[in-house]
C-alpha cells in the first residue's frame, strides 16, 4: 500500500503533467530533468523522486517478507519452491530499481525491471499451479487469471504494442498484478486464520459443554 500511497504523493509533486498512461512509474524515480526515451520522448521532472526510490526498494523488502512469511500457504513440492525463488528474485528487482533509477544507469534498471516484470510474472504463473491442498492452490482461478493478464502485459509492453491503455497503463498491469494478488492472498490468509480460531472456539465450547453435561 506504501508503494501505491507514494506514488501518488510523488507524481503531485510534479510541475507538468503526469499520466499513468503516458509515463513509466520509473519516471517517478528518474534524478534529472530532461528529454527521456528515444522510443517515446517526454519530458520527465520528478522533484521527489528520492521518496520514489526510496519506496521501491521497501516495497522488494516488504514483498520479500510477504513471500518468506506466507509459510504453508505456498503447500509443498517443486511448484511451491520454483514459484518463491522466482517471487523472491522479483522482489530483488524491485530493490534494484530503486537503488540504480533509469537516468542513472539505464541498462541496471531495465534488468531490474525484467526481474520484476519476466521472472515476477512467471512466479506468479507457478504459484497458480500449487497444490490443491494449500490456501493458495485453492485459490488456483485468481491467481491465474492475474498471471496471464501479467504475462500478456509483460509481452504487449516490451513489444511496444499499445491496446489503447496507453504504455504506462501496460507497465502498471504487468508490473504492479503481484502487488493485486499479494493484497488478495493476504485478506485470504486473515479469512482463513479468523476462520481457524472460531473453528477452535467453537470446538472449546462443545468440550466444555459435554463435561458439564
Excluded at 16 to 24: D, E, H, Q, V
Excluded at 45 to 68: D, E, K, R, T, Y
Excluded at 80 to 108: F, K, M, Q, T
Aim: glycine share 14%.
Amino acid at each position: 500500500m506504501q508503494f501505491f500511497v507514494v506514488q501518488l504523493v510523488v507524481e503531485a509533486g510534479w510541475h507538468t503533467p503526469f499520466s499513468w498512461a503516458k509515463n513509466n512509474i520509473s519516471d517517478l524515480g528518474n534524478v534529472g530533468c530532461r528529454i527521456w526515451d528515444d522510443s517515446r520522448p517526454r519530458y520527465v521532472c520528478s522533484p521527489l523522486h528520492g521518496a520514489m526510490n526510496a519506496s521501491f526498494a521497501v516495497h522488494g523488502v516488504l514483498l520479500l517478507a510477504g513471500i518468506l512469511l506466507a509459510g504453508a500457504c505456498w503447500g509443498r513440492g517443486g511448484i511451491s519452491v520454483g514459484s518463491r525463488i522466482l517471487l523472491a528474485v522479483s522482489a530483488g528487482g524491485w530493490v534494484l530499481v530503486g537503488l540504480v533509477p533509469a537516468d542513472v544507469d539505464e541498462n541496471l534498471h531495465v534488468g531490474g525491471a525484467l526481474l520484476i516484470m519476466g521472472l515476477g510474472n512467471l512466479g506468479l504463473l507457478l504459484t497458480g499451479f500449487s497444490s490443491r491442498d494449500s490456501l493458495f492452490g485453492r485459490l488456483r482461478s485468481i491467481t491465474l487469471s492475474m498471471a496471464v493478464a501479467a504475462v500478456l502485459a509483460t509481452w504487449m509492453f516490451f513489444g511496444q504494442h499499445d491496446p489503447g491503455i496507453g504504455m504506462g497503463g501496460l507497465e502498471r498491469i504487468a508490473a504492479c498484478a503481484l502487488d493485486a494478488w499479494s493484497l488478495v492472498m493476504a485478506l485470504a490468509i486473515l479469512r482463513s486464520r479468523r476462520s481457524d480460531n472460531e473453528g477452535e472456539v467453537a470446538s472449546l465450547r462443545s468440550d466444555r459443554a459435554r463435561r458439564v453435561g
